[in-house]
Structure formats: C-alpha cells, structure tokens
C-alpha cells in the first residue's frame, strides 16, 4: 500500500471522490466566494507552531500576512498564537474541553482523524480553482469520508540524510540504499570510530519519524485496514525492529538519543560522529554539517522504499464563530502566492501545483523535494498518537536490550488494546 | 493546593514568635571539637559545598558560554565567556512574558492567601460561633488530601468556567490553602485576648479592627508565610503545566520545561534558567531568615 | 473597663460576633467548597466513572479499580515510587543528620555553610532537572567522574536500573538542606549540661550522641520521615523534565501516569482511580505517623 503506484491510484480516487463531495456539499453552506470581502466581520484565532525555527521571523511573516489580509478584510480580526510543538495535543484538547478552542489550527494528517469530530470540513469555504491546484498527495492527506477537512499549506520529505565528511573519513565512497547496505557498512564505520546511524528513541519523539518508516519500508504497517486492531506486532515489524536491535548490539547506533532528546548541537550526530539518520529533514542538519557536506539521499528499501514526508494543514474548527471569515482567512493563506512565500521562508516543500518548483537546484530542499512521490503521512486513525504513547517505551524496552522484537510489539499490541476504542 | 505536610503534630520547627530559651549559651570548651576533628569538619564541609553548589555553577557558566557543544573539562572553566546565550533567550519575547505570569501567579497568589487566611485565622482564633471547630478542623482535615487527587476536579472545574489559558484559572484554586489557615490561626491564638478585646470596647468596627490591629500584630507571620507562599507559587510546576498551556500564559517554570523539550540549545536553556533563578536568589540574599522559617515552619517544598 | 467586663463579653458568644466572625470566614469558605472539599468528594466520585472529555459520563462502579489492579504499568509505577521513597527517605535524612551535626556549633563560617546547604530547598526542581539531565548525560560530568573511577560510564538516565538513583540523587540534593534545619532547630534544644556531663564521665562523641543527641532527635527525625515519604511519593517534575519516564517505563511514577492518564488520555476517571491509590499511601504513612506520635506521648 506504501507503493507510488498505490499511492497515486488513491490520490486519484480521492480526487472524484473530492469532486463528487462538492457537488454534493455546496447546496446551502455558506460560501465565501459569495459574500463580499468588505462586509465580512469577526474575529479569527489561529494557533500555529514553530513552523519557522526562528521565532522572531515567523511572528513576522504572521504579522505581515495579516497586515495583507486586512486589506482585503477591512472587517476581520485576525490573531495568529505560536504554540510549542510539545504537548500540543494536550493544549488543544484541553482548549477545546474549556470551550477556549481557536478557530483555526495548524495539524498535520495523523491528527485529523481525531480531531474529526471538532473539525469544520473546509471543502466548501475554498473554491474549485484553489482546490484543483492542490497536489493529490496532500489533497489524499487531509481527506476523510471524501471531505477535505483542512487546506494542505507545506509538505516536507525525511528521507535519509548521511553526512559527507563521515563517508570519507571511512573512505567509503557509496551510500546506503538498502537496509543491507546498512548492514554491510556498519563495521566498517565502527572501525574508523563513527556511528553508522542514529535512532532518536526518547518517548516524546514522534513514531512517524523513528520507527515507522522502518516498518512500512519493511512492508508492515500500524493499523489494519479498517482500523480496528494494530499490526505493528506483524513479522515486518519484527523485522524492523529486529533491524534495530541488531544495530544497537553491534554498536553501529549513537546511543545519546537511543532512549533521550537531548538539545541537538550536544548530540553525537550533530558533532559529526554519525553516517546517517532518517529521523530529521536534512535541512535541520546543514547548521551542523555544512552544506557541502549534507547529502539528501533517497528513502531505504527494504520490501519497499517509503519515508515519512508531512503535509501542514488548517483546519477550522467547529467551535469557531464566525465561520466565513475564518474560512476566508484560510483560503486566503493557503492561496498560491501566499503558500510560496511561506514554504521558502520555513524551508518547507510546495503543496500547490502552481507553484511548480521552489528549490529547482537547491542541494538540500531540491534533493528532497525529488523524492516527495516516496513519502506517507503517516496512519490516518483517531487513535494514532495514543498508539504512540504505548508504543515508543516497548521499543525503548528492546534498544537497551531488556526485552526481545517480538515480545516487545506484542506487549504494546496488547496495551494498544485498552485505547483503542 | 497545598502539598500535604501535616503540621498538626507541630513542626519542630525554628519558631517565627519569640525564641526558644536558649541552653547553649555557656562556653564549654571540651564539647568543641579538637584541631584534627575541626579539620576533618572542614574537609566535609568544604567538600559538601561543593557538590551542593556545583549544579548552580554549571548552570550559570553554560550559560555564559558561546552556544554550540559542551565538552569537557573546557565549557566548565570560567573564562571565554559570552553573552550569546542571553541575547537569544532574550531575544524571543515569550520568557519577559513567563517572568511577568510568574509574577502575576505568585504576587496575587500571596495577597489573597495573607487576606483570606488572615480573616479566617483570625476569626477561628478569636471569634465565636456555631460550627467553630467542624469547620476548622475540616479545613484542616484537608491538609491530609494530597494536591495531586483534586488536580483532576479542580481542572474540570476551571476549564469549565473558562478559567483554562487564564490568569484568574491559574490563581484562584491555589488561594483555598488549608497550610495557611491552620497557621494563621495559630499565631494569632497565641497572641493575648486584651489586645483584641479592649478594642472591642472602644468601639472599634470590626474592619477597622482587623486593619488597625490585627494586621499590625501579625506582620511576622504575613512576612513569613508570604515569603513561603510566594516561593511556592513561583517554583509551583504541575499546575501551570495543565492551566496554562498557551505559550503567553506558561509560566517560567512550564515554560522553561518546554523549551528544554524544544530543542533549545542547552546554553539557551541554562540562560532561561538563570533568569528563572536569579530573582528567587536575591531575595534570598536580602530574607534568609524568612525562607528558611516560611519554608520549615510549613514544611513543604516550595 | 474592668476585668469582670471582659469575662462577660468573653462568655456570651453575641449574635453579632458570630455574623461577623463567619463573614470573616465566608471567602476561605466558599474557596474551599469549590476548591478542596468539593473537588476532594468528586475526586472520589469520579474514579467510579468513565469522564472524559466531549463524551457522556456513566457509571462504572468498580471496572477502574479492576482495570488498575491489572495494570502492569500501574504496579511498575507503584513499585518504583516505592523504591524511590525507599533510597531517598533514608539517604536524605542521613545527610541531613550529618550536615546539622557537621555545622551545629558556631565557628568561623558555619552560617554560610548554612545557607549553603539550604539553596537547593529553594529552587525549582524544574531547574534542578534542567541541570541535573546534563550533570547524567553521556559525556556529562557524571558519567566523567564514574570513568575516572574505573566505573563503566554510561549515562545514567539511559540506564534502566540507574535511572532510579540519578532521580534519587536529585531528591536528596534539593531536599536534605530543609530536614538539616528541621534537627538543627531541634539540637539547640539539646540540654548542654547533659552532655558536658557525660564528657566528664569519660563518654565518647559516638556514646554523647548515641544516648544523649539522638533520643532528642526522634521526634523531628520521625516528622522527617513522613514529609519526606510523602514528598517522594509526589515526585513529578523531575521525571517530566529529566525522563519522561523513561527509559522503556523505568522511572514511570504514580503521578506521572496520573498526568498522563488525565491529561495525555483524557481518561478523567482512570487517573482519579490513581489518585485514589495515592491518597491511600498518603494516608497510611500518616496513620503510622499518628500511632507513633500517639505511643510516644
């Protein structure tokens, strides 16, 4: 299913199913395109997060976007609130319980499914154009029952980056394809005193970017079809896991962010002593490395060849009281200019085809954006974070070789059990 | 939302109101230890300050250093200094607004809980009326109740009156504090009946009485439970960590935690935290006293 | 005025007075209702529910406490809070005995040392944690010093065993300077000629401390015990900051998992069955304290 042929078949699917939902859903729902920009009135909330590492920048571009949009809505109130990424969930749930939830969220595919219910679907506040601009993979992304629920503003692509300098140090003049490869040129690494990867294994840590790209690479997957049950515990699993386990026991995987995060710029891999990772957008790793020495690779095969690659979305949320001046303000951020402009100031891939190629010949974001067909958003369930949450201390469990692959993804198959609903 | 410390076996604490007669006054010099033993003292001491203050020293020089990787010994000697640190922990706008909610939290917190505990403590201790003693000691009784069990019905209770991402949220169920009542109470039972009573036949009201005489006799124990209260509130964690989830309501604690799960390099961080620190410190220097009685006599960490 | 007019107006508790004397009381009051007897009695009630945020609350009667008695990671979580009040009890009163002892008599400096000691008390534990996480970091000071020893050198907070002592040590470190002033208070109170007399008997520091010192000690070194126990059964925000629990649930405690439940999972009343259990503890440690107390007197 992690296939770009399988990928694109749903993309296209979901785009008639798309189209046949509009049809449908337009009758009597308020539409922005008809009420003129002057007479709309309201205020808009919208949390976002540091989407921008700067935060200074990203306040900026925020306060400079709603100078442009209150020209064209004289009427409209907008505030843009910049959350930390941690606990965000947390923060969002408990806004929404206390009935202070904003009206506009920043989230990203993985969360909507469980948000479902507190989203106001924005399909009809965007108008045909802006839509059939959208590129089908983040069209796919954001679509449950048939809806797009969120307007897709950036993509990203974590493929594999490895780190030049490392390579020659070893003499090694290839780079890992396979998961074989891995396997094979771990000692070699090991000998010269590097790591061959690193593993960000700290609970806190998001499974989309760790442990999940192995197991879909692997051929497995978190959920079955329908959703019922976890599959994790799948002999891909296993495998995946088991990969893991054999990197950590051969000493091949830095172990300062096996089981914690620590800040970044302390890290074995930020100091130059790691091959490669999968878990970071090269671009985080450039202020470390060097440009020069920073290579976007292509996603690792093993039954299949996927990474993890996000789609940022907005979405309004059902609460929100003036719905047409929220949707406005979503349509307007979300149109093309305005996505270009804030996809090359965060460094963020184009979800728009419009905007073609922002990165053409860029070594860093252009390699990555190259490989965007191979990535997946991760599981679209209401449950995926919670699944996390048991998830990440099992795996935790096998990296310091307390507990066996197996044992491990059966024990937290089994905790999975008491949160699924 | 007191951590319980129950104090109604009487904290043999250093007492806030007169002094203990005091035994040791007489110079003995046998009980003195000997030159090897003094020496050994010394040692231990010596070595004892060390390891207590060496985590204060690490946090202000990582602070003090260019931000990038820590390696040691060289980022733990005092010398090649910067301010880099500082200027991006100051730079972002977010930690002048966590200073200012950490404020807000704890100086309100402590004016509410000086009024209200004084005007109860005064009344349970002087006054009279019906059901007395069921409402004191049930007011009490809550000092056995752990924080951590009404956390749960407390946040319902707030979210549901709107108070989540507020100040009022964070503040008013910390003002219920059994801690304060009890010890209010107390002392101010142990001050003379006269003192009150002859007011009371001069005619004084009983609000200009409460501002004109009990207030003035019990500015010791407002110093020392304020300063308690007001250390509490500032390092208070859990709580602001649940209410005060947006970024403009963390306080520097919360905040701080979060910016450490951020990936804030660590010299950005340990700069935060010396700011965190730096007030709590002075006032430190400037009342020792008081934080040692407010934090002994309520036998809590604050 | 006359002393008979005092014992009069003393012995008629006036309507007036009492109104007054309850208006005075009414702000404390209501707080408390709302705030601590109120959500002390839902505390209870919830456990027995299913409340949770945006859905319908039922009853459940007693499928909370079932589910947590079959909880694995509850149990882990019981025993490591547990183990960790079991290192950090003894170990902090120890070196709060010692430092009072180290600093009881005046000479030149012993104030500052004083002071010294009692700076951690002070200080957030969300800073101490800060710190503390790269003190035990791979490649930090401690895992430094434990390579200089000839000890293996891992980071400590990696390590599923010895994550238990590196939040231990942070306890005793930001704890032992408050239960130093507590005996410290309590050695002024120690009669010198007591001691002065043993000394002219021919006993030793060990037998003066032994028979005369500590007996004077017992009930402070008790009040102690049962703060500290209750404080270390509270432990939080160092586990938040520092582990998050990890690694692989290993420095897992009561109240994180009661945080986790109420506020990662929303399960309002699984996490008031926690507080349940946490309350129970609470309670038998002052239960003990209370018998104890009671013997004494």
């Not at chain 2, 000092?143 to 503040?171: D, E, K």
């Not at chain 3, 032992?176 to 002219?200: H, K, S, T, Y």
């Not at chain 3, 509270?234 to 938040?240: A, H, L, N, R, S």
Request: glycine residues 8%.
């Amino acid at each position: 299913m992690r296939t770009r042929k399988v990928m694109v078949t749903g993309a296209a699917l979901s785009a008639v199913l798309l189209a046949s939902a509009c049809g449908g859903d337009d009758g009597g729902d308020a539409n922005t395109g008809a009420s003129e920009p002057g007479e709309l009135e309201g205020s808009v909330t919208m949390w976002t997060y540091p989407v921008m590492a700067d935060e200074t920048e990203h306040r900026s571009f925020w306060d400079d976007t709603i100078a442009a949009f209150g020209e064209e809505y004289p009427g409209v109130d907008v505030t843009v609130e910049i959350f930390p990424w941690a606990d965000r969930d947390q923060a969002l749930t408990t806004a929404i319980a206390g009935n202070s939830a904003p009206d506009v969220v920043y989230f990203i595919p993985d969360q909507l499914p469980g948000y479902a219910r507190n989203i106001e679907p924005i399909d009809p506040y965007l108008d045909d154009d802006a839509k059939a601009d959208y590129l089908p993979n983040a069209v796919e992304a954001v679509t449950i029952d048939g809806q797009m629920v969120s307007a897709p503003i950036l993509a990203s692509a974590v493929t594999l980056t490895c780190n030049k300098e490392v390579f020659d140090a070893v003499g090694e003049t290839e780079y890992p394809q396979t998961w074989d490869d891995l396997r094979e040129m771990a000692p070699a690494f090991k000998d010269a005193g590097y790591y061959m990867i690193a593993y960000s294994g700290d609970v806190s840590q998001t499974l989309n970017l760790t442990f999940y790209p192995l197991l879909w690479q692997a051929g497995g997957d978190v959920f079955n079809e329908d959703g019922t049950d976890v599959t994790f515990n799948s002999d891909a699993g296993v495998e995946a896991l088991t990969l893991l386990q054999e990197m950590v026991e051969g000493e091949y995987v830095a172990e300062d962010m096996l089981t914690a995060m620590p800040p970044t710029e302390q890290t074995q891999l930020a100091q130059g002593n790691v091959a490669c990772a999968w878990h970071t957008e090269g671009k985080n790793l450039v202020e470390f490395w060097g440009e020069e020495n920073t290579v976007i690779l292509p996603p690792l095969t093993n039954v299949e060849q996927v990474a993890y690659g996000t789609v940022g979305s907005l979405a309004m949320l059902s609460s929100a009281d003036d719905k047409d001046a929220a949707g406005a303000w979503i349509a307007f951020v979300t149109d093309a200019e305005q996505v270009a402009t804030y996809n090359e100031a965060s460094g963020f891939l184009p979800v728009k085809e419009s905007i073609g190629s922002l990165y053409d010949g860029d070594p860093i974001l252009g390699e990555a954006e190259k490989y965007t067909d191979l990535t997946t958003v991760g599981p679209l369930h209401e449950d995926a974070r919670e699944i996390m949450g048991v998830l990440a201390p099992e795996i935790q469990a096998v990296l310091i070789g307390q507990k066996e692959p197996r044992q491990a993804l059966d024990d937290a198959a089994q905790a999975a059990q008491s949160v699924l609903r | 939302m007191t951590r319980i410390a129950d104090t109604t076996t009487s904290a043999p604490a250093e007492n806030s109101n007169g002094a203990r007669p005091r035994r040791n006054t007489r110079p003995y010099r046998a009980l003195e230890p000997g030159r090897p033993a003094r020496i050994g003292r010394g040692v231990l001491l010596f070595l004892a300050a060390i390891v207590t203050l060496f985590p204060f020293y690490a946090m202000v020089v990582l602070a003090l250093k260019p931000v990038g990787p820590i390696i040691l010994p060289d980022s733990l000697v005092p010398w090649g200094l910067s301010l880099e640190a500082f200027e991006r922990v100051m730079g972002a706008r977010t930690l002048l607004r966590w200073t200012f909610n950490t404020l807000i939290y704890s100086v309100v917190s402590v004016v509410g809980v000086l009024f209200f505990s004084s005007l109860a403590g005064y009344a349970f201790a002087k006054k009279r009326f019906p059901g007395k003693e069921v409402m004191f000691w049930s007011f009490i009784a809550m000092l056995m109740v752990p924080y951590h069990i009404t956390i749960v019905p407390v946040f319902i209770l707030i979210s549901n009156a709107g108070g989540v991402n507020t100040h009022w949220g964070m503040i008013l169920p910390t003002l219920a504090n059994a801690q304060a009542v009890f010890l209010m109470r107390q002392f101010i039972k142990s001050l003379p009946d006269e003192l009150f009573e002859a007011a009371t036949v001069d005619g004084c009201s009983e609000w200009r009485m409460y501002v004109s005489i009990v207030v003035p006799l019990i500015k010791p124990i407002l110093a020392t439970l304020g300063v308690f209260v007001f250390l509490w509130h500032w390092n208070d964690f859990l709580w602001p960590l649940i209410v005060g989830q947006s970024n403009d309501m963390r306080t520097l604690t919360t905040g701080l935690a979060s910016m450490n799960a951020e990936n804030v390099p660590l010299n950005v961080v340990l700069a935060g935290s010396v700011v965190a620190f730096v007030p709590i410190f002075m006032a430190y220097l400037v009342g020792q006293r008081y934080f040692k009685e407010g934090v002994t006599m309520s036998g809590i960490k604050g | 005025m006359s002393v008979g007019t005092l014992v009069s107006t003393r012995r008629r508790p006036s309507w007036r007075e009492a109104r007054i004397a309850l208006l005075f009381v009414l702000p404390c009051l209501v707080l408390f209702v709302l705030f601590r007897f109120g959500p002390t009695l839902a505390g209870g009630v919830l456990a027995f529910t299913d409340y949770t945020i945006g859905a319908d609350t039922s009853f459940v009667g007693l499928e909370n406490l079932r589910r947590l008695s079959e909880d694995p990671l509850f149990w882990r979580a019981l025993r490591t809070t547990l183990t960790i009040a079991v290192l950090a009890v003894p170990l902090s009163i120890g070196i709060s005995l010692g430092m009072a002892l180290l600093v009881r008599r005046a000479f030149r400096g012993h104030r500052l040392f004083r002071s010294i000691f009692f700076l951690p008390v002070i200080t957030s534990l969300v800073l101490a944690g800060i710190v503390f996480s790269w003190i035990f970091s791979s490649g930090g000071p401690w895992s430094s010093i434990m390579g200089w020893l000839g000890l293996p050198d891992q980071a400590w907070l990696s390590d599923t065993t010895l994550v238990i002592p590196a939040i231990v040590i942070v306890a005793v470190w930001g704890r032992f300077g408050f239960g130093m002033l507590i005996l410290l208070a309590r050695l002024q109170d120690v009669p010198r000629e007591l001691e002065e007399a043993a000394l002219a008997d021919g006993a030793n520091a060990w037998q003066r401390f032994r028979y005369i010192v500590l007996p004077e000690l017992y009930p402070a070194l008790f009040f102690l015990v049962v703060i500290e126990t209750t404080f270390t059964f509270q432990i939080f925000d160092t586990v938040y900051v520092m582990t998050s629990g990890g690694p692989a649930n290993s420095s897992y405690v009561l109240v994180f998992q009661l945080y986790d439940q109420a506020f990662r999972y929303f399960d309002f009343g699984y996490a008031s069955a926690i507080g349940l259990a946490l309350f129970v503890m609470t309670f038998i440690v002052a239960m003990i304290q209370r018998m104890t107390i009671g013997r004494e007197r």
